[in-house]
């Protein structure tokens, strides 16, 4: 789902010169610039998911030839796409001809040890993989490949459900998403031919997705590594080449330098905060004046946020001769908060449980690139603030590394504070979460009031109209948001009806600090619901094609319509489980078709037992997402 400006590629300027009437052509190349970014949705499990990009495309609206907007170089970095929850990684901003694109290519490495899957340190009950452990290259199955072995590379090519326009001398965006929680993305398996061994099926096509940038502002970028090469001669803009770290980490850790290049700028209004890893000094600066002479050559990190025209700031800056004293920070999942002994334990780029002590001095940051001030402002200093902190939260740490206490955090950068697990007391105010994890010490219950009414809160995706106050919207279906005035009365009638017929209603929130509904704690911008399961239950009635719906009795008494979507693209997925002569059969009903929904009405009519994946709404309804029925079966006792 890709966010677009739309514009008209002019094909020549035409002019009239002095003392003729013959028109003049120019023969200018007429181009715009693509922000060329990767992002992903969160999960739980995995520590690392390592991937190599090898080049991005998009073709032109009709055909033709492919314009590349971005070339790894050699060898190849791995991004760990763990790192990217809710956050955007540049590719780069290369320039291209102005033109209508309607399909881009994502073309991945697909040779053995190409995906490198680390489990996380503390992953879900159940989980197919240890612990920690690294899968073993000849246990994960790298789904449609091509080419010859050593040179196997993965083509995904998608199409843009809205064509990405890229207008003259303007800027536009190409966010490409990896759904890390889609169902198909990694698949566990154990081959009858395999002795036992799990097999880790890693399949692109599908998990690949658009994602909509409505509004370039918003966006939360990572911390960006780099080479500077030069600063501007007016001082306000410094350029780097974008370095990459080596997977898996080397001691001292190294870079690897591409050939793509960015532009970054001082904040001219707030000031930068400067850090000289070297020297352990650090100083606001509003342009690169005093460091121009002396920061060129040395690697850099920096966070940064997008100026609607597609300009980087940087808000914090850090630099050092050594790439491994900028590198030296820390990134991933918060694992376990340990206020009792002033300490955090973060997940590193290797999967690993790292800790990092916080001391007095120890800064805050939470990132809100729409807001320059807040974004460059502490939220939080020293140990206290642990108790605003929750595993989950993705962040990134400094630390210095000529500090006599190791691991010791000078600040730490919350780059998303994601809540999630079951929904419950929703009212007018505020709702709460309720989350548990393997390790019981982790586990939280939170209660979240509602941003106010007048907060800014993004632009309608459908419409493009402003958002303020809270806004909800069911999982799969981003577009469709509920906001406004009744969407907190919406939200909260959904939630409840869930809890009372039964459901276990679950979803997540990006909480954002010190809105003025909650002052110096986290609220609720939003919230999304996600499919759970319905106890298996008879249909109380069959299925009825002309409402596309049929209903349970769930909580004893309560008759609760189930409805089923036929739309394609948005259908519901429907199975047909047959038992009959001590043989299961599992037939998928595609419901977008006429035969389908006749097959569905034929065979789901009373006392059938169905198994329903759904979503509680606000009308009273359970939204199906999958549903199962089973047929050859006497009652509804089927497990």
């Given at each position: 789902m890709l966010g677009v400006a739309a514009a008209?590629?002019?094909?020549?300027?035409?002019?009239?010169?002095?003392?003729?009437?013959?028109?003049?052509?120019?023969?200018?190349?007429?181009?715009?610039?693509?922000?060329?970014q990767i992002s992903d949705d969160p999960t739980e499990d995995w520590a690392?998911?390592?991937?190599?990009?090898?080049?991005?495309?998009?073709?032109?609206?009709g055909g033709g030839t492919p314009v590349t907007l971005f070339t790894a170089g050699s060898p190849v970095p791995t991004i760990n796409l763990l790192q990217l929850d809710q956050l955007n990684e540049i590719m780069g901003t290369p320039t291209v001809p102005a033109n209508t694109y309607t399909t881009a290519t994502v073309t991945l490495s697909g040779n053995p040890g190409d995906v490198t899957l680390v489990a996380s340190a503390d992953p879900e009950v159940g989980f197919a993989a240890a612990a920690g452990s690294t899968i073993p290259s000849n246990q994960i199955q790298i789904l449609g490949t091509q080419g010859t072995a050593g040179n196997l590379t993965v083509p995904v090519k998608l199409t843009l459900d809205t064509p990405l326009v890229v207008p003259v001398s303007q800027s536009t965006t190409l966010n490409l998403d990896f759904d890390l929680a889609h169902p198909a993305f990694i698949v566990a398996h154990v081959p009858p031919s395999g002795g036992g061994t799990t097999m880790w099926a890693v399949n692109f096509n599908g998990?690949?997705?658009?994602?909509?940038?409505?509004?370039?502002?918003e966006l939360i970028l990572r911390h960006h590594y780099g080479t500077v090469t030069a600063v501007s001669s007016d001082n306000t803009t410094l350029t780097f080449d974008k370095d990459y770290p080596v997977y898996p980490p080397t001691n001292p850790e190294t870079e690897i330098t591409s050939s793509n290049t960015l532009n970054v700028e001082a904040d001219s209004n707030y000031g930068t905060l400067y850090y000289d890893v070297d020297a352990g000094t650090s100083a606001i600066i509003k342009d690169f004046s005093?460091?121009?002479?002396?920061?060129?050559?040395?690697?850099?990190?920096?966070?940064?946020?997008?100026?609607?025209?597609?300009?980087l700031i940087a808000v914090r800056l850090w630099a050092s001769n050594t790439f491994n004293n900028v590198w030296v920070s820390p990134e991933g999942h918060v694992l376990h908060v340990e206020a009792a002994s002033d300490t955090i334990v973060v997940e590193n780029e290797l999967g690993l449980p790292t800790a990092l002590t916080v001391g007095a001095n120890t800064l805050f940051f939470f990132r809100v690139p729409t807001n320059a001030q807040a974004d460059a402002t502490p939220i939080g200093q020293g140990p206290a603030f642990l108790s605003n902190l929750y595993r989950g939260f993705k962040v990134h740490a400094s630390c210095d590394p000529l500090s006599v206490t190791p691991n010791q955090a000078t600040s730490i950068d919350i780059e998303i504070a994601r809540f999630d697990g079951t929904i419950s007391n929703s009212n007018l105010t505020n709702f709460t979460y309720t989350r548990t994890f393997h390790t019981a010490s982790d586990n939280y219950t939170v209660t979240l009031p509602y941003i106010v009414s007048a907060s800014a809160n993004g632009s309608d995706p459908e419409s493009g109209s402003a958002?303020?106050?809270?806004?909800?919207?069911?999982?799969?279906?981003?577009?469709?948001?509920?906001?406004?005035?009744?969407?907190?009365?919406?939200?909260m009638n959904a939630t409840n009806?869930?809890?009372?017929?039964?459901?276990?209603?679950?979803?997540?929130?990006?909480?954002t600090w010190n809105d003025p509904a909650a002052a110096g704690n986290w609220a609720a911008p939003s919230a999304v619901l996600d499919p759970t399961p319905v106890p298996l239950t008879p249909a109380a009635t069959g299925y009825n094609n002309a409402t596309t719906s049929f209903t349970l009795v769930l909580n004893g008494t309560q008759v609760v319509p189930i409805d089923l979507s036929t739309t394609s693209g948005a259908a519901s997925l429907v199975y047909q489980v047959d038992w009959s002569g001590g043989v299961f059969t599992i037939s998928p009903v595609d419901i977008t078709t006429t035969a389908g929904q006749n097959t569905l009405t034929t065979n789901l009519v009373a006392n059938t037992p169905v198994k329903v994946f759904g979503i509680a709404q606000a009308n009273g309804t359970i939204k199906c997402y999958v549903l199962s029925y089973f047929t050859g079966f006497a009652t509804a006792t089927t497990n």
């Open positions: 008209a590629w002019m094909l020549a300027l035409m002019g009239c010169s002095s003392g003729s009437s013959s028109p003049v052509v120019s023969t200018q190349p007429q181009n715009g610039t693509v922000n060329v690392q998911i390592g991937v190599k990009v090898l080049s991005i495309t998009i073709t032109p609206q998990p690949i997705r658009h994602r909509h940038v409505h509004n370039l502002a005093t460091i121009a002479s002396t920061i060129v050559g040395r690697y850099i990190r920096v966070a940064a946020r997008y100026q609607e025209n597609g300009t958002i303020s106050g809270f806004k909800w919207w069911n999982f799969a279906f981003p577009t469709v948001v509920d906001s406004g005035e009744n969407a907190i009365n919406d939200f009806f869930g809890a009372n017929v039964g459901l276990n209603v679950v979803g997540e929130t990006y909480a």
